[in-house]
C-alpha cells in the first residue's frame, strides 16, 4: 500500500477540520468570522471541537499537529484571518458562508445556481464581507462563497471570485431579486448565473461560448 503523502494529507485533514469547526461554533450559535472580528477569545470552543475532531478523525488530527505544532498555532493563524478573509486564507481555496437554516450540500443541487462575481484581489476581501454578512442576514441566497489566497491550480487568472447561491434556478424571481440586493451592495457592474447544470457537465466560457443562463 502506496503511503499518503504527509502535505497532502494535512490539507485534506485541515479542510475537514475547517469544516467540523464552522459546523461546531454554528451549533453553539456563533460564527468564527464573527469571533475573529469581535475579538473575542474562543480557545476554549476551539479546544473543545478539536478534540472531538481528534477522537473521530486520529490520523488526521495528527497530520494537522505534524504541519502546525499545536493548537495555539492554529488559534493564532485563525486570529489573523485564515478561514476569515481570503486575502489572509493560504489554507483552503475557498471561504464557504451558508445561510441559517440551509443544508451544506444545498449548493450541490443540480437544481441550484449562482451568481458569479469576479473581483480584484485587493477589491475581494471588503466585497466578501459584504455578501458574507447579508448571507447570514437571509438578505441573499442559499449560500455563497470566495475564492482565496491560497494558488489553485484551476484559476485561470488572478482575479478573486464570489459565489452566491440560490436554491433553484427557475425561480426567476428569486435569482433577480438576490441579483437586486446585490445591487444594493454595490456590485452595479453587468454579471451572470450560472446554473449548477452546466457546472456539473463540466462546461465552462471560453472564446465564443457562454454557459451563464441570466446576466444582469
Given amino acids: 500500500m502506496t503511503e499518503a ?16 469547526l464552522n459546523r461546531g461554533l454554528h451549533a453553539q450559535g456563533k460564527y468564527l468570522f ?12 476551539l479546544s473543545e471541537i478539536f478534540d472531538l475532531f481528534a477522537h473521530e478523525y486520529p ?3 495528527e497530520a494537522m499537529l ?3 505544532i499545536d493548537i495555539d498555532t492554529i488559534y493564532g493563524m485563525l486570529c ?3 478561514g476569515v478573509i481570503p486575502s489572509r486564507t493560504t489554507q483552503m481555496y ?16 443540480e437544481n441550484a445556481g449562482k451568481w458569479l462575481i469576479f473581483q480584484e484581489p485587493d477589491l475581494a476581501d471588503e466585497s466578501w464581507s459584504k455578501v458574507r454578512d447579508n448571507t447570514v442576514k437571509l438578505n441573499l441566497g442559499i449560500s455563497a462563497k470566495v475564492s482565496t489566497s491560497k494558488p489553485n491550480p484551476e484559476s485561470r487568472d488572478n482575479r478573486k471570485v464570489i459565489y452566491v447561491y440560490t436554491k433553484n434556478w427557475a425561480d426567476e424571481e428569486d435569482v433577480m431579486r438576490v441579483r437586486e440586493t446585490l445591487r444594493t451592495l454595490g456590485f452595479t457592474e453587468r454579471i451572470g448565473y450560472k446554473r449548477n447544470i452546466e457546472t456539473f457537465a463540466g462546461q465552462y466560457a471560453k472564446k465564443g461560448k457562454r454557459v451563464t443562463y441570466y446576466s444582469a
Fill in 34 to 45: 464573527a469571533l475573529v472580528e469581535s475579538g473575542i477569545d474562543f480557545r476554549m470552543e
Fill in 80 to 82: 489573523q484571518g485564515e
Fill in 5 to 20: 503523502d504527509p502535505e497532502a494529507l494535512a490539507d485534506v485533514a485541515y479542510g475537514i477540520f475547517e469544516h467540523a
Fill in 59 to 61: 490520523q488526521l488530527a
Fill in 94 to 109: 475557498w471561504i464557504v458562508q451558508d445561510a441559517p437554516g440551509s443544508p451544506p450540500e444545498a449548493i450541490e443541487d
Fill in 66 to 68: 505534524k504541519r502546525f
